[in-house]
C-alpha cells in the first residue's frame, strides 16, 4: 500500500535552496554523499520508503565540496536505478556549487532491490 507522503515531500522540496538544505542536513527524504559509492543503498532506500533526493557533491557533515556533473556521471547513475528489480525511474537537478541532485520516486513496485 502506497503512502501519500511524496507528494508533500516535492512541495517541501521546491521551496528549498541548496544552503537552507545543507544547514537542516540529513534526514528520512534527505542524504548526502561525496561521490557514487553505495549509491544504490542510498537509491532502493528512498524507493522502498516515502522517496527522497540524494545530494552528490556535499559531504555526511554537510561540506559542500561541489563534484563533475558530467553526462558519464548522470549516465551511470541512471544505470544503477534501472538495473535494480524493479528499475527505479529517477530525476536530477543540477544546482549550485556543482551539487546534483538525485530525485528518487516513493516506488510503486515494492520492495526494491539491487
Given at each position: 500500500m502506497r503512502?501519500?507522503?511524496?507528494?508533500?515531500?516535492?512541495?517541501?522540496?521546491?521551496?528549498?535552496?541548496i544552503y537552507?538544505?545543507?544547514?537542516?542536513?540529513?534526514?528520512?527524504?534527505?542524504?548526502f554523499k561525496e561521490g557514487l559509492s553505495r549509491l544504490d543503498r542510498e537509491i532502493v532506500a528512498?524507493?522502498?520508503?516515502?522517496?527522497?533526493?540524494?545530494?552528490?557533491?556535499?559531504?555526511?557533515?554537510?561540506k559542500?565540496?561541489?563534484?563533475?556533473i558530467s553526462n558519464r556521471m548522470q549516465s551511470?547513475?541512471?544505470?544503477?536505478?534501472?538495473?535494480c528489480d524493479p528499475a527505479i525511474n529517477i530525476k536530477?537537478?543540477?544546482?549550485?556549487k556543482n551539487i546534483l541532485e538525485v530525485i528518487v520516486p516513493e516506488g510503486d513496485d515494492k520492495p526494491y532491490r539491487c
Open positions: 503512502r501519500n507522503c511524496a507528494a508533500k515531500y516535492i512541495k517541501y522540496m521546491d521551496k528549498k535552496n537552507v538544505i545543507v544547514a537542516e542536513g540529513e534526514g528520512q527524504h534527505i542524504e528512498f524507493a522502498n520508503a516515502c522517496g527522497g533526493s540524494i545530494f552528490v557533491g556535499i559531504t555526511d557533515y554537510g559542500i565540496i561541489g563534484t563533475d551511470t547513475i541512471q544505470d544503477i536505478a534501472h538495473n536530477f537537478v543540477k544546482h549550485e
